[in-house]
């Protein structure tokens, strides 16, 4: 069984900063990546930013130069460094873990203030 913790999220007003963790435990035998998505009010679950165990990253459009995706695969941990926030970055962000087949986080709020 594989779980995933995930802490860091809060409120914040605009232009501040927050940093995600999500650490992964179980029964992991090879992981192809780990990521972020979010979800707000109303809307679909969307991709944030994604790191490859070889190091590629990806982002959304709408993040890309404010967020930083990192992770430590010794610890099967991942992190999204989130600067410049927005009130659209207001959502329930989720942590992925792909191996093959998909493992989600519980969600953890991040909540924006203009």
């Known amino acids: 069984q594989v779980q995933l913790v995930e802490s860091g999220g809060g409120s914040v007003q605009a232009g501040g900063s927050l940093r995600l963790s999500c650490a992964a435990s179980?029964?992991?035998?090879?992981?192809?990546?780990m990521g972020w998505y979010r979800q707000a009010p109303g809307k679909q679950r969307e991709l944030v930013a994604i790191v490859t165990r070889f190091g590629t990253t990806n982002y959304a459009d709408s993040v890309k130069g404010r967020f930083i995706i990192s992770s430590d695969n010794a610890k099967n941990t991942v992190y999204l460094q989130m600067n410049s926030l927005k009130p659209e970055d207001t959502a329930v962000y989720y942590c992925n873990l792909y191996t093959g087949r998909d493992y989600w986080g519980q969600g953890t709020q991040v909540t924006v203030s203009s």
């Open positions: 179980g029964s992991i035998f090879s992981t192809n990546a």
